[in-house]
């Protein structure tokens, strides 16, 4: 059974920057499209990042390009998501998520496995 654990989310300033870390377990990892989703609150839960399994393919939603860089560690078992230029709109619970396909895709739907989620927020 795959595991991801989100980490790195917590209170920055307008302007600032994070890095959020996902570190997958209990499986095969180097094979699938990884996806980065958040969930802002009274809100549903939205594409941000994904990634294919090699690392050289990235998808970003129009809202965080050029802000965000998602990347991943194969052999660490692990996926990045560098936020920068943060704006007080990205305050929001962020999700890792694991797709049993190479491909990338925005699709909630499409993914396999969820983390529970890292908090952000950004204050004015």
């Known amino acids: 059974q795959v595991q991801l654990v989100e980490s790195g989310g917590g209170l920055v300033q307008a302007g600032g920057s994070l890095r959020l870390s996902c570190a997958a377990s209990?499986?095969?990892?180097?094979?699938?499209?990884m996806g980065w989703f958040r969930q802002a609150p009274g809100k549903e839960r939205a594409f941000v990042a994904a990634i294919t399994w090699s690392g050289g393919s990235t998808y970003y939603a129009d809202s965080v390009k050029g802000r965000f860089t998602i990347s991943r560690d194969n052999a660490k078992n692990t996926v990045y998501l560098q936020m920068n230029n943060l704006k007080p709109e990205d305050t929001a619970v962020y999700f890792c998520?694991?797709?049993?396909?190479?491909?990338?895709?925005?699709?909630?739907?499409?993914?396999?496995?969820w983390g529970q989620g890292t908090q952000v927020t950004v204050s004015s």
């Open positions: 998520a694991l797709r049993h396909r190479s491909g990338i895709s925005r699709s909630i739907q499409s993914y396999d496995y």
């Open positions: 209990g499986g095969t990892f180097s094979y699938y499209a």
